[in-house]
């Protein structure tokens, strides 16, 4: 009798152990088959996340744009100091502005060695944009940016750069170069003299033919940098110049009779056009 409860007890606990073992193998099907629930993102709730993960606008900031306003007057035209490239230079002897040719209101590039002017009034927007020196017409002397504005200290400063710049740019998706270099120009100018109010012009078109050099100066090129330039007047607390706009025909290039002969640089009607412009878009904050 002992013998046999012995054994029904044997038999109840293997049938026992075989029941937990195939319950075991019936959890483990449904757990490979179940999917598994989806992890919540890190730093934010799902919604955050996506939108994240959303490209940033890339269309720039227009609050800079100077827009039209009352005539500002030569007076107004007469306080201000024009820096740039050759593109500004050429205001000197087009006569443009009220002392014509003996103008001191033009400043551009002095020769690196002499000091002197140089003939073609080049400078270029690039990293050593700070160091580079200007012609300071009032003593003649070499200076540095920083150092003419702090002896100047004018009440408007319009920046004209970028026409040479754009063609070291190798990928014009990719900004960074040109805008690090003219922000660290802008910040110079500040640091050297806070009260000036700064207008950063639009790089000016060129003609349809010079477009077509394949140089690395092209007017789409300039239109994507203007729009850089634009963007950054915003971020810095400058005005932005839209003269470009008084320069183009239809088809976005130079208007012709603007040419002064070699599809950079421009008439004396050209530059009448720009400072029109100026005095009628005024910096009034």
Known sequence: MKDTIIKILLIVIAVLILCNVLLLGVLGILTIVSPKPLDKPSGGTEQEQTQA????????NTSAVLKESADMGQAYIDSIIFLGDSTTYHMINRGVLTDG????????????????????????????????????????????????????????????LGVNGISFVKDMSNPKSFVASYGKLIDAVKAASPQTKIMLQSIFPVTAAYDQKNNGITNERIDTANTWIMQLAA????????????????????????????GVHMTADAYKAVVQYIRTHGYTE
């Open 53 to 60: 993960d959303l490209p940033t606008s890339t269309t720039p």
């Open 101 to 160: 040719k003996n103008t001191m209101q033009v400043w551009s590039g002095a020769d690196e060695e002499s000091g002197k002017p140089t003939a073609s009034g080049t400078l270029t927007l690039d990293s050593k944009i700070t160091s580079t020196h200007i012609y300071y017409p009032k003593t003649g002397e070499a200076l540095t940016i920083a150092e003419a504005i702090a002896k100047e200290k004018p009440q408007y400063l319009v920046i004209t």
């Open 235 to 262: 971020e810095k607390g400058c005005g932005y110049l839209d003269t470009a706009s008084v320069l183009k025909n239809q088809n976005g290039t130079m208007i012709e009779i603007y040419d002064a002969g070699d």
